[in-house]
């Protein structure tokens, strides 16, 4: 696999990669995961997941939802007009809407340098994402809801916006823009909250595989993140039980750790060998227990779910095979963190860094 982190036209947050779109396979979304600060229970926040889609598919099944792309993402002058759907959920620290929200519409991007809008086009809504590094504002408003989340930068590192594209064969490949944690303020159901969000712009030129995928933003402006997508049994998974005999074997397409500490500024990394994931499953929500070594330093954290939202997509067999992602989400709570240098320069526990607030994903089965 090569990795590529150049500065490209793709870094904008309204610039979409469009060419070399693969049918059945080629995958689209922006999505935003928002942390919002509950006084009741400061190490678990609320927390609400929103993402604009579409997918090059003729047929596809979301959730209950059959769905077709009606039009796949194309550029008309400095306009890129797409059908796809925009789907949410909530957790209120109580009870788990999912879906939130799950609806098919048309949408427009516009933009004038890296100021620029999403619009999803449905009549007597607003679930636009808008605005520029400086302040990027996320509504979603309808006759049910009513949410408006105001995000802003916490520093140079958490506000950076890194593009990075892979490529695994000639053929096919992934790319992504994140940017790691913002300032949030925002307002729900007309109560003022606070908080703080992360987003993603994802591309995806391949097969739909398994994979777990973590991160942590720390109060004190720290971040915490784990990747390791993944072939083996899961692929073979097609129901929603938290646990499967299936659950084993895992043959790992790489790993890595990330660890950024505010108080010395600096990026840590700990990739694949030196990587160890595990998890297991506890009153049908799972815990993830990550551990990095290498000859400079070691990590380890634990991150235990207590809600589970989770996407159901299925598109036709192919070549014999079901064709079924369970996409699942989990906000979670940290339970333990350590870090420390092997020179004794540089220790780090959970205390040294703040309140932490995390979600993780544990996705199986496959998309082909």
Not at 104 to 131: A, C
Not at 250 to 269: A, G, H, M, P, V
């Amino acid at each position: 696999m090569m990795t590529s982190d150049e500065d490209k036209p793709y870094k904008n947050m309204w610039v979409l990669k469009t060419d070399n779109m693969i049918p059945n396979l080629t995958w689209y979304w922006w999505w935003w995961l928002f942390f919002v600060r509950d006084p009741d229970k400061p190490t678990k926040t609320k927390q609400l997941m929103i993402l604009w889609s579409t997918k090059y598919t003729k047929d596809i099944k979301i959730m209950d939802r059959q769905w077709s792309v009606k039009q796949l993402p194309t550029w008309e002058g400095q306009m890129l007009k797409f059908n796809g759907m925009t789907a949410a959920w909530w957790y209120d620290n109580q009870k788990m809407y999912d879906p939130l929200l799950l609806e098919e519409m048309n949408f427009q991007v516009s933009h004038e340098g890296n100021t620029g809008e999403l619009q999803p086009i449905k009549e007597d809504t607003d679930y636009r994402f808008y605005g520029n590094p400086d302040k990027y504002i996320v509504n979603l408003k309808d006759h049910k809801n009513d949410f408006h989340f105001e995000m802003t930068p916490w520093n140079n590192y958490l506000q950076e916006h890194r593009f990075r594209e892979s490529t695994y064969t000639k053929k096919y490949s992934h790319n992504i823009l994140q940017i790691y944690g913002m300032k949030m303020k925002g307002e729900i159901h007309g109560t003022k909250v606070e908080g703080s969000a992360y987003h993603q712009r994802v591309t995806v030129n391949a097969p739909g595989a398994p994979w777990y995928w973590g991160i942590v933003q720390w109060a004190n402006g720290s971040f915490t993140s784990y990747s390791n997508p993944f072939i083996g049994p899961q692929i073979f998974r097609t129901k929603e039980n938290p646990t499967s005999l299936l659950d084993w074997g895992d043959i790992s397409l790489y790993k890595n750790i990330r660890f950024y500490n505010k108080e010395t500024d600096t990026e840590y990394q700990f990739k694949s060998k030196k990587v160890k994931i595990k998890h297991m499953v506890e009153n049908g929500l799972p815990i993830f227990d990550v551990k990095g070594r290498d000859e400079e330093k070691e990590i380890h954290f634990r991150l235990k779910a207590y809600a589970r939202a989770y996407w159901r997509f299925q598109q036709p067999k192919r070549w014999g095979m079901k064709s079924i992602l369970y996409y699942n989400e989990y906000p979670a709570e940290v339970v333990d963190f350590s870090f420390k240098t092997h020179d004794g320069s540089l220790k780090v526990e959970k205390s040294d860094l703040g309140e932490g607030v995390s979600n993780f994903e544990h996705t199986w089965g496959k998309l082909i």
